[in-house]
């Protein structure tokens, strides 16, 4: 299967206000063409806000209902509740970026979460808030330039989708931009479960990343084949690693991290001496990572 | 009609319950507490048939009440004080997107320091974000305002949400004797289908919250005016219709009390009414003629009609349970805005009262009014705080 072989029809028109090179557009493009344009989004503030333009005019083809930063499980919860008493199967997707996910609607995820809600929320992961100038968040990684850590941030990020998993809701995977078919078959594998279901989305942004909005899908490769990101899923408790990061648990099989990092601005004062430490502490957290999944799949992939 | 004995807060459900609410979101607080546990109990019981959604806060629970209601559902969500201030943003939300939400506020002082008892600051803070606010007395008006405030907020001329507020304990945790309508009286008054022009659809499929500029973005709040100025007329129409179906009016937007022949009047909201009119029965057994006006709604503001009662008065108290630090009170003011623009207009004098539960009885009204009265002859203080301990000199 291709990309060639992905439905025709386009539930996000063009036309909208996104920078060339937005990853949360394609992955728009995409989510539409996996649920075949039959679904409603709610999505929080953030870039996506933006992309649609401004009253009267949309480019969406499926409805959509903007909510406030925090809020966005929460109203999906009561939308999904509302198609429920009203007899009608649709279903209700959450759209929501990396603040409005792993930092400030992380409450309202995880009532959702636990309450076992029957609504797809995902997240797209543009490792800041990048619609409001490029200010770090919860799951910015550290070493990582925004403009709020000028100097590099020196926490670790979040790791939000293992936080959704310790809900234990019935679907949880990781996605990237640049591999649309695995992030198209992971919308519809979530789509046919019942429950709380949650895919993080990698997304590579040029402009707060700093690189040519021609290289998206490279920046997002790169993610993956260094093992900066990892794809996987989590079905009821049990992890599994999926498409390209299938194996990659092997140190010799993954691309050296600076291959990622150099295609990026924002990761450009890691290589000066003095910032040399850094580097280091995002090499460990990479490797902590892995090892940690190569425990976690060697005792059979069970989380929880 | 059935006569049972019910709390404020029990005639909420009930309310709810005989309004065929369908999904409910909610988060515990005292004392709003009863409201949803006797809620989740119906809905347990099957003898309300809706989703009850046990929200991990506020804030969620009015977030869910507006993705049910622009999905198409009837909801319902109840709070108090804290919070009613931590769901504030999502109030004017609900607010700004004009969806028929009704929620039931158990007024009650904020902190610091903590108080459970009622003051009305709670809602008053949010007068502005777009809801009609609906002030109960007693526990029968409870339960008929709960009905009313769907009929209100789902009129197509309003589509608006609606605060109904009842004094938290006064009134939440008061048992009375009330007539219960029965539910084929209520599906006549209020149908179970709902005007859906703003639903979400997906054959139909629209944006909804999107980013307006400039250009647009007046306009949407002029028409967020001109549905407050419609809602003022459907309150009356609304009240007429549910006289005429069980006999019951509360009198629309004011009610009055002794005012044919007023020459002064007392200003009040919520349960202490019954104070105010026992105060004003002792007063004109002395020979003042005083009267009662009550505001039932303070969103759309009554201007016009306080305006036109208060004409013919030389002088009027409004007793308030709110603060306005630095104004110093919200009632007070928006009274005095009403009266202002009319050519007769009688002489004002507030009190700050009530607050953090502070008892206040019959006797501080009527002292309320004699005050008033001497003030306007010997031009004393326009504003004082009633049952102060120590005075002026209290810190």
Same mark, same amino acid.
């Given at each position: 299967?291709?990309?060639?072989?992905?439905?025709?029809?386009?539930?996000?028109?063009?036309?909208?206000?996104?920078?060339?090179?937005?990853?949360?557009?394609?992955?728009?493009?995409?989510?539409?063409?996996?649920?075949?344009?039959?679904?409603?989004?709610?999505?929080?503030?953030?870039?996506?806000?933006?992309?649609?333009?401004?009253?009267?005019?949309?480019?969406?083809?499926?409805?959509?209902?903007?909510?406030?930063?925090?809020?966005?499980?929460?109203?999906?919860?009561?939308?999904?509740?509302?198609?429920? $008493?009203?007899?009608?199967?649709?279903?209700?997707?959450?759209?929501?970026?990396?603040?409005?996910?792993?930092?400030?609607?992380?409450?309202?995820?995880?009532?959702?979460?636990?309450?076992?809600?029957?609504?797809?929320?995902?997240?797209?992961?543009?490792?800041?808030?990048?619609?409001?100038?490029?200010?770090?968040?919860?799951?910015?990684?550290?070493?990582?330039?925004?403009?709020?850590?000028?100097?590099?941030?020196?926490?670790?990020?979040?790791?939000?989708?293992?936080?959704?998993?310790?809900?234990? $809701?019935?679907?949880?995977?990781?996605?990237?931009?640049?591999?649309?078919?695995?992030?198209?078959?992971?919308?519809?594998?979530?789509?046919?479960?019942?429950?709380?279901?949650?895919?993080?989305?990698?997304?590579?942004?040029?402009?707060?990343?700093?690189?040519?909005?021609?290289?998206?899908?490279? $920046?997002?490769?790169?993610?993956?084949?260094?093992? !900066?990101?990892?794809?996987?899923?989590?079905?009821?408790?049990?992890?599994?690693?999926?498409?390209?990061?299938?194996?990659?648990?092997?140190?010799?099989?993954?691309?050296?991290?600076?291959?990622?990092?150099?295609?990026?601005?924002?990761?450009?004062?890691?290589?000066?001496?003095?910032?040399?430490? !850094?580097?280091?502490?995002?090499?460990?957290?990479?490797?902590?990572?892995?090892?940690?999944?190569?425990?976690?799949?060697?005792?059979?992939?069970?989380?929880? | 009609?059935?006569?049972?004995?019910?709390?404020?807060?029990?005639?909420?459900?009930?309310?709810?319950?005989?309004?065929?609410?369908?999904?409910?979101?909610?988060?515990?607080?005292?004392?709003?507490?009863?409201?949803?546990?006797?809620?989740?109990?119906?809905?347990?019981?099957?003898?309300?048939?809706?989703?009850?959604?046990?929200?991990?806060?506020?804030?969620?629970?009015?977030?869910?009440?507006?993705?049910?209601?622009?999905? /198409?559902?009837?909801?319902?969500?109840?709070?108090?004080?804290?919070?009613?201030?931590?769901?504030?943003?999502?109030?004017?939300?609900?607010?700004?997107?004009?969806?028929?939400?009704?929620?039931?506020?158990?007024?009650?002082?904020?902190?610091?320091?903590?108080?459970?008892?009622?003051?009305?600051?709670?809602?008053?803070?949010?007068?502005?974000?777009?809801?009609?606010?609906?002030?109960?007395?007693?526990?029968?008006?409870?339960?008929?305002?709960?009905?009313?405030?769907?009929?209100?907020?789902?009129?197509?001329?309003?589509?608006?949400?609606?605060?109904?507020?009842?004094?938290?304990?006064?009134?939440?945790?008061?048992?009375?004797?009330?007539?219960?309508?029965?539910?084929?009286?209520?599906?006549?008054?209020?149908?179970?289908?709902?005007?859906?022009?703003?639903?979400?659809?997906?054959?139909?499929?629209?944006?909804?919250?999107?980013?307006?500029?400039?250009?647009?973005?007046?306009?949407?709040?002029?028409?967020?005016?001109?549905?407050?100025?419609?809602?003022?007329?459907?309150?009356?129409?609304?009240?007429?219709?549910?006289?005429?179906?069980?006999?019951?009016?509360?009198?629309?937007?004011?009610?009055?009390?002794?005012?044919?022949?007023?020459?002064?009047?007392?200003?009040?909201? /919520?349960?202490?009414?019954?104070?105010?009119?026992?105060?004003?029965?002792?007063?004109?057994?002395?020979?003042?003629?005083?009267?009662?006006?009550?505001?039932?709604?303070?969103?759309?503001?009554?201007?016009?009609?306080?305006?036109?009662?208060?004409?013919?008065?030389?002088?009027?108290?409004?007793?308030?349970?709110?603060?306005?630090?630095?104004?110093?009170?919200?009632?007070?003011?928006?009274?005095?805005?009403?009266?202002?623009?009319?050519?007769?207009?009688?002489?004002?004098?507030?009190?700050?009262?009530?607050?953090?539960?502070?008892?206040?009885?019959?006797?501080?009204?009527?002292?309320?009014?004699?005050?008033?009265?001497?003030?306007?002859?010997?031009? /004393?203080?326009?504003?004082?705080?009633? /049952?102060?301990?120590?005075?002026?000199?209290?810190?």
């Amino acid at each position: 299967m291709s990309v060639k072989s992905l439905p025709k029809e386009e539930y996000w028109l063009p036309g909208h206000a996104a920078c060339s090179g937005c990853p949360a557009s394609l992955g728009l493009r995409m989510l539409g063409k996996a649920l075949g344009g039959r679904f409603a989004l709610v999505v929080p503030a953030g870039c996506t806000t933006v992309i649609q333009g401004t009253f009267p005019r949309t480019p969406s083809r499926v409805p959509i209902l903007n909510i406030a930063f925090a809020a966005s499980a929460a109203a999906a919860s009561g939308l999904k509740a509302a198609f429920e $008493v009203r007899n009608l199967d649709v279903p209700v997707v959450v759209w929501a970026g990396d603040g409005g996910t792993v930092d400030i609607g992380l409450q309202a995820l995880s009532g959702a979460a636990e309450r076992g809600e029957d609504i797809l929320y995902i997240c797209y992961d543009n490792e800041a808030y990048q619609n409001t100038g490029i200010q770090r968040s919860g799951a910015t990684p550290i070493g990582a330039w925004t403009t709020t850590t000028p100097f590099g941030k020196r926490e670790r990020r979040k790791e939000a989708p293992l936080i959704v998993a310790a809900h234990r $809701v019935p679907y949880v995977a990781t996605a990237s931009v640049a591999y649309p078919l695995d992030f198209v078959e992971k919308v519809k594998k979530a789509a046919s479960k019942r429950g709380f279901k949650y895919i993080h989305l990698h997304a590579p942004c040029p402009t707060g990343w700093r690189f040519p909005p021609s290289k998206t899908i490279e $920046v997002g490769k790169a993610a993956v084949e260094t093992g !900066m990101w990892v794809l996987y899923e989590v079905e009821n408790g049990l992890l599994k690693l999926t498409g390209r990061s299938t194996g990659l648990w092997d140190p010799a099989k993954r691309k050296p991290l600076e291959d990622y990092l150099k295609l990026q601005g924002r990761f450009a004062h890691l290589f000066k001496p003095e910032n040399r430490w !850094m580097l280091e502490e995002l090499k460990k957290h990479v490797d902590e990572n892995w090892s940690r999944i190569r425990a976690t799949l060697e005792r059979g992939g069970r989380l929880f | 009609m059935p006569r049972v004995v019910l709390s404020g807060n029990e005639a909420v459900a009930v309310g709810v319950k005989l309004s065929r609410v369908n999904v409910v979101a909610a988060y515990p607080i005292t004392p709003q507490t009863t409201i949803v546990e006797k809620i989740a109990d119906y809905v347990e019981q099957g003898e309300l048939k809706a989703r009850f959604i046990n929200v991990e806060s506020e804030h969620s629970a009015m977030a869910a009440c507006i993705g049910a209601a622009a999905g /198409g559902a009837r909801c319902f969500t109840a709070t108090s004080s804290q919070g009613l201030l931590y769901m504030g943003e999502m109030v004017y939300w609900a607010g700004g997107a004009r969806l028929p939400i009704v929620m039931a506020v158990v007024n009650r002082a904020l902190a610091p320091p903590w108080s459970i008892w009622c003051d009305h600051n709670d809602a008053l803070s949010l007068r502005d974000a777009g809801w009609i606010q609906m002030w109960a007395e007693s526990v029968q008006e409870v339960l008929d305002m709960m009905v009313l405030a769907y009929k209100v907020a789902e009129n197509e001329r309003v589509l608006l949400p609606v605060m109904v507020n009842l004094d938290g304990f006064l009134l939440s945790h008061a048992y009375e004797p009330v007539e219960v309508p029965t539910q084929e009286t209520v599906d006549l008054f209020l149908p179970e289908k709902r005007p859906a022009p703003y639903w979400i659809d997906v054959v139909d499929p629209k944006s909804y919250g999107t980013i307006a500029s400039p250009d647009t973005y007046m306009e949407f709040r002029f028409k967020l005016q001109a549905a407050m100025d419609e809602a003022a007329r459907v309150i009356e129409e609304v009240d007429a219709e549910w006289s005429r179906m069980t006999g019951r009016s509360y009198g629309g937007l004011l009610e009055l009390y002794k005012c044919e022949d007023a020459e002064v009047g007392l200003v009040v909201v /919520g349960s202490w009414a019954g104070d105010a009119k026992e105060a004003i029965d002792r007063l004109r057994e002395k020979g003042v003629r005083a009267g009662v006006i009550r505001l039932r709604v303070t969103r759309p503001f009554p201007s016009r009609s306080l305006a036109s009662v208060a004409e013919s008065m030389d002088a009027v108290a409004v007793v308030d349970r709110s603060l306005s630090p630095g104004l110093p009170s919200v009632l007070l003011s928006e009274v005095r805005n009403a009266l202002y623009d009319n050519g007769k207009k009688p002489y004002v004098k507030g009190f700050i009262a009530g607050l953090g539960g502070r008892d206040v009885t019959p006797l501080d009204f009527e002292a309320a009014v004699e005050s008033t009265l001497k003030a306007k002859e010997d031009g /004393g203080s326009r504003v004082e705080w009633l /049952g102060l301990k120590g005075g002026r000199d209290v810190c």
